[in-house]
């Protein structure tokens, strides 16, 4: 397998993901500040110039969820996504509560700030986004009550998701109203298969 990314990108959560599995993969390095992933070759594996991407024998497979759901079906071992139906569900249901609800405010600012070109970006438009983030995180906090991780008493990808964002908007300064939240997002910031992850990205 070969993960294609890039550091302070969503590739994180899959090198995550895949240090999680104790997956053997090769990290390839998409320089995006120097325009690495608008090039021919890049584009071929993903047309959007967008990472990260995961190449498995025939599978070029974009999307850091998609990655994540794929990474724990080839190795089901690890349980970033629960086998029994109900538990994967719910394990689902908050991955794509990340993407859609907690991370797309994030982006919006993002965007905003200096993503766009100057003349798309809209003034004002990041109090609007922080409004939004600061309800999707009250519902996070509000689902973690008597919860070690966002599933229950076991880590999944869901988890990835969620803590890569919420470290996101700490990178971004936009505060987290909740101890609880900040707890949660420190705790599982120390684990080992993360650091791992972000020494592979590091190229250390």
């Excluded at 200096?114 to 990041?126: D, H, M, S, W």
Aim: with cysteine.
């Amino acid at each position: 397998m070969k993960l294609y990314g890039c550091p302070n990108s969503r590739s994180l959560r899959a090198a995550w993901a895949l240090e999680e599995a104790a997956a053997e993969y090769e990290y390839v390095l998409v320089d995006l500040f120097k325009g690495a992933a608008r090039t021919p070759e890049f584009l071929a594996l993903n047309p959007a110039g967008k990472l990260p991407v995961l190449v498995d024998g025939e599978l070029k497979l974009t999307e850091s969820a998609a990655i994540i759901n794929y990474v724990s079906d080839k190795f089901p071992g690890c349980g970033l996504v629960p086998l029994d139906a109900t538990a994967r569900a719910d394990c689902l249901r908050w991955m794509f509560f990340a993407a859609t609800e907690l991370e797309q405010p994030l982006w919006t600012i993002a965007k905003h700030r200096f993503a766009l070109p100057k003349n798309k970006r809209v003034t004002g438009i990041e109090d609007t986004a922080r409004w939004e983030f600061e309800g999707a995180a009250k519902l996070l906090d509000n689902a973690l009550d008597g919860r070690e991780f966002i599933c229950g008493d076991a880590f999944t990808g869901a988890d990835i998701l969620l803590i890569h964002t919420l470290a996101w908007a700490r990178s971004a300064k936009i505060p987290l109203e909740s101890a609880h939240l900040t707890a949660y997002m420190e705790r599982l910031l120390t684990r080992p298969a993360l650091t791992r992850a972000r020494k592979r990205e590091s190229g250390r």
